[in-house]
């Protein structure tokens, strides 16, 4: 693995792994991001994401999806065929591939403001060998719904240079005791009602909670709603640029996030999040910098301890 593959594997896996510790909904209820393939042999991996869903169609439709995901397209087919979904009808044309292209297509052609077809209608393309139609479906597919995880999975696809995903906000404080033994769909429900009822600090973490089901925009408008209501307070501040996060223009995180570190040079979460964020960016030297700034802010406090991790983690590579 490259210097650069291995940064960005800690970046992801670090990430999740703060933003789990901090709020604790749960990613056992989601399929695996898709991986840009080398080649066009074998099959387009499927992504299906479906939140926190419990119901029996999502139940059966992960566990098709993971099936497919297996090689075993012949029994996914088999559980996609009994349901009428959108979400169903795209594992069903692709459990057919190479044959299910068409139907793909006219999944695509028949849905275009559908995330989910026209991010795996994409997949197929490249599959296919056509890059530069599949970059236009995952380019349709982030501009319908940009609110989903398909979106955020279509952005992965057309800047595969960054670490997958988006930096997730990492509240200061902890999240009420007990979060973590409600079901996903309970603990959704609960701090969504703690937004209502529980000032800024409950929107951050609904915030954070929706940031790690991939609806961004829904995050940043509770972000946002928290730094209105406390417009002193740096956290919500630091929470609604981090949530800006774009990689076809980073400046929209990176125009709040230096005049906030100017302006509160010793707030632990700005320092944290710079440096979090300049992970993601491929700047190691400068991300270091502010880690150790933030570690050094407080090292026993749950940002300094998340800080001290990314650290002991990178300690083995060497700047580009």
Known sequence: MTSRARLYAIVAACAVAAAGLTVGITLATRTPTPKRPAGQAGSPPLALDL???????????????????????GQAARIFARYGSVDAQVGSALAGWPGGFARLAALARDHPRSAVTQLHYGLGLYWRGDVPAAKAAWRAARNAQPDTPYALRSEDLLFPNFPRGLPTFVPSFRAPAGLDRLSPPKQLAYLEGLARTGGERGRLLYGVALQRLGRRISALREFEAAAAQA????EPQVAAAVARFDKGDPSRTFSRLGPLARRYPKSQSVRFHL??????????????????????????????????????????????
Do not use: H, M
């Open 231 to 234: 417009p002193n307070d740096p």
């Open 275 to 320: 440096g979090l964020c300049l992970l993601w960016l491929g700047n190691l030297s400068q991300a270091r910098q502010e880690l150790r700034r933030a570690r050094d802010l407080g090292p026993r406090t749950q940002l300094g301890v998340e800080a001290a991790k990314f650290l002991d983690q990178l300690a083995g590579i060497k700047p580009r």
């Open 51 to 73: 939140g926190v869903r419990t119901d029996p169609e999502a139940v059966a439709l992960r566990r098709a999806a993971n099936l497919y995901n297996a090689g075993k397209k």
